[in-house]
């Protein structure tokens, strides 16, 4: 068994997987690159879907789009069974409750990209549509909410987003993604990576905040079909006073992220 155990360490921390592990981060980037653009494009009057599934179609429309959906598949997948990998045999020399907190969030990490890979492989296999992230929500919403506890559940869900959406803006603030990165030695090079996590940090927070406070506002009302997810967490922006603006800010946030995130696929310190 340990010899097993053993063998998938050793497989998982391969030098081919980091590699693949890095272009994850760099698909993310993108893919944040293009919901900060349709949110951009929203404030100001246009039309589409500000999640990862409208995101996943734009990618979808692009010169080689079957390529760029497959590839980023790959690369997903491979980062979600990295962080797997960190929350199943990292960090089991620290103390029990910082141990227990690293892999609840690497953990975490690999659940995010795993759901990123499936949204891809969705596309590529020309099953998925923009939109897919929106009707998930809202049915899982409208599944719980009949469910006994459910109501309570989804609370709890949606708190638990907002808060990461408060813990990401916290991150961001206090620059604390730095640690996770080699910096760059050029002194402008440095500042233009912190400006820019700093600002996707902030701004992904924004997101999450919303979009945590939409279901548990959905929830409360018992207006599940309310809760949509990314998109409907954008659009509630845009209707609040001011609300274009604060849209257009935050969909440039979230291009500063993804800018951020394909700068991390080179800079991330992938060993713990």
């Known amino acids: 068994m340990k010899q097993a155990v053993d063998a998938a360490e050793n497989v998982t921390n391969s030098r081919t997987l980091e590699l693949l592990a890095r272009a994850g981060f760099a698909a993310s980037g993108i893919l944040h690159l293009l919901v900060g653009a349709i ?11 500000a999640d990862f599934s409208g995101a996943v179609a734009e990618l979808a429309t692009q010169p080689a789009g079957p390529f760029l959906l497959w590839a980023s598949f790959a690369a997903c997948a491979a980062l979600a069974l990295w962080q797997a990998s960190d929350a199943i045999f990292d960090y089991n020399r620290l103390p029990t409750k910082e141990k227990a907190g690293k892999k609840a969030k690497a953990g975490a990490q690999a659940l995010v990209f795993a759901g990123l890979a499936l949204t891809l492989l969705s596309f590529a296999r020309g099953t998925g549509s923009g939109g897919d992230n929106q009707r998930a929500v809202s049915d899982l919403t409208v599944s719980l909410i009949k469910a006994p506890g459910g109501v309570a559940l989804l609370v709890l869900l949606g708190a638990g987003i907002a808060v990461t959406g408060v813990v990401y803006g916290i991150r961001g603030l206090r620059k604390s993604f730095e640690k996770h990165l080699v910096m760059p030695a050029s002194p402008k090079a440095r500042t233009a990576v912190t400006v820019l996590g700093v600002t ?5 927070g924004v997101v999450l905040l919303l979009t945590g406070l939409l279901i548990v506002i959905a929830t409360l009302q018992a ?3 309310d809760s949509t997810g990314l998109d409907g967490g954008l659009r509630a922006l845009r209707d609040q006073p001011l609300g274009v603006y604060l849209l257009a800010a935050v969909g440039a946030g979230l291009i500063c992220y993804g800018v951020f995130m394909i700068v991390r696929a080179r800079l991330a310190k992938m060993t713990q």
């Open 39 to 49: 949110a951009i494009r929203l404030a100001m009057g246009g039309t589409g879907n």
């Open 200 to 204: 996707g940090y902030v701004a992904k």
């Open 223 to 225: 207006h599940p079909e």
